[in-house]
Structures are given as structure tokens and as C-alpha cells.
T-cell receptor, first 113, second 113 residues
Framework: DAGVIQSPRHEVTEMGQEVTLRCKPI?????LFWYRQTMMRGLELLIY????????DSGMPEDRFSAKMPNASFSTLKIQPSEPRDSAVYFC???????????FGSGTRLTVV | QKEVEQNSGPLSVPEGAIASLNCTYS??????FFWYRQYSGKSPELIMS????GDKEDGRFTAQLNKASQYVSLLIRDSQPSDSATYLC?????????????FGKGTHLIIQP
């Protein structure tokens, strides 16, 4: 099992540019979650999907953020346009639809300059 | 607003002693509870889950849950330097893995050799 795979591992971009983060969940997991982690705010849930359907996006900070899950093995989180305050580590996690915890990916460290 | 509170630390414990980490949560309807360990620069890793009142033991780790007091704790026996990390408490209000976990900001644990 390769685990949850995220790309890229690091992203440095200029303010105003579009950023796309990618995630491949564990095969067979039907729930996928996007989190953002900063020192000040900790881990914040941005959005989650069940069976490829977005269930709750109330954590998405602004309309600049969007997420898609076109199939069971792929999801993207897009920020357009990016701003310096978006700098954080973005984690993707997946789980079975049962009372088990998540498995996290390695994260993408985003720096917007 | 669902909240999970942890003392940020650092909590310093001598090697071989018991480390005690605490967490309180605001949503009285919460059903499942998790402890994650996060090493610096790494992703969170699930170490314990607990769903009913009382104690649950797994090796050197014991999770304790008191729903009446809305309190979860993690005990680490025979602490080792490799246990030095940030420990995140997470709460799932529905009891299923299909909903988003709310995380505390974590307690930084230091095991002194």
C-alpha cells in the first residue's frame, strides 16, 4: 500500500499566481479530506468528499479556493489567485466510511511570496 | 463552534517516566476520539482511537475517555526520546470516519534522556 500520495511536496509561487495541489487517496478509501496547517491556527479542515461528492466546504476560506474529486483516485485543491497568507502546509487524508481515523499524505508546503 | 483544547506545552518528561497528555472538547455529542503523533516536518500519524468511556491500552499507550467531563487523555508509559513529538487530539462528532475531524493545536512533548 503506497499510502496517500500528494504532489508537489514543496511549492513556491508568486502572489497572484494559480496553485494546484494534487492528492491520490488510498485505494478503497471512500472519504477524502483537505486540511491546512499553520502554527497559529493548527490543522483546519477545508473540505471533505464522500464517494467523490463534496459534503462540507464550509472550511474553505474564500472563493479563491476550490476543490474537485473527478474520480475515486484523484483530487485537486486549487488556489486562484494565491496570496501570501495562503502560505501553509496542505494535507490530504483519506479514510474508510467507518469509525476509523484518517491516513494523512506527506503534505504540500506552499509558500506564496 | 466545535472546539478541541490542548495545552500547547512544551511538556518535558524524563526518560522512563509516564507522560500524560490532556484534551477537552466542546461538542457533547462527539462520538469518537483519536490521538495523532506528529514529528517536526512530518504528517500526523494515528496512534490511538477510543469510542467508549474508560481506558484503552495499546502497548505503552493508554487512552482514557470521560464523556461526562468531555475529557480525553493519553498516557505514555516508559517514555522514550523517540516519543518526543507534537501530540494532536482529534474529535469526530458523528462516530464515523465519513465526517471531518476537529483537531486541537497539539501538545509539544519533550522526553529528556
Amino acid at each position: 500500500d503506497a499510502g496517500v500520495i500528494q504532489s508537489p511536496r514543496h511549492e513556491v509561487t508568486e502572489m497572484g499566481q494559480e496553485v494546484t495541489l494534487r492528492c491520490k487517496p488510498i485505494s478503497g478509501h471512500n472519504s477524502l479530506f483537505w486540511y491546512r496547517q499553520t502554527m497559529m491556527r493548527g490543522l483546519e479542515l477545508l473540505i471533505y468528499f464522500n464517494n467523490n461528492v463534496p459534503i462540507d466546504d464550509s472550511g474553505m476560506p474564500e472563493d479563491r479556493f476550490s476543490a474537485k474529486m473527478p474520480n475515486a483516485s484523484f483530487s485537486t485543491l486549487k488556489i486562484q489567485p494565491s496570496e501570501p497568507r495562503d502560505s501553509a502546509v496542505y494535507f490530504c487524508a483519506s479514510s474508510l466510511a467507518s469509525p476509523y481515523g484518517y491516513t494523512f499524505g506527506s503534505g504540500t508546503r506552499l509558500t506564496v511570496v | 463552534q466545535k472546539e478541541v483544547e490542548q495545552n500547547s506545552g512544551p511538556l518535558s518528561v524524563p526518560e522512563g517516566a509516564i507522560a500524560s497528555l490532556n484534551c477537552t472538547y466542546s461538542d457533547r455529542g462527539s462520538q469518537s476520539f483519536f490521538w495523532y503523533r506528529q514529528y517536526s516536518g512530518k504528517s500526523p500519524e494515528l496512534i490511538m482511537s477510543i469510542y467508549s468511556n474508560g481506558d484503552k491500552e495499546d502497548g505503552r499507550f493508554t487512552a482514557q475517555l470521560n464523556k461526562a467531563s468531555q475529557y480525553v487523555s493519553l498516557l505514555i508509559r516508559d517514555s522514550q526520546p523517540s516519543d518526543s513529538a507534537t501530540y494532536l487530539c482529534a474529535v469526530n462528532p458523528s462516530g464515523g470516519g465519513a465526517d471531518g475531524l476537529t483537531f486541537g493545536k497539539g501538545t509539544h512533548l519533550i522526553i529528556q534522556p
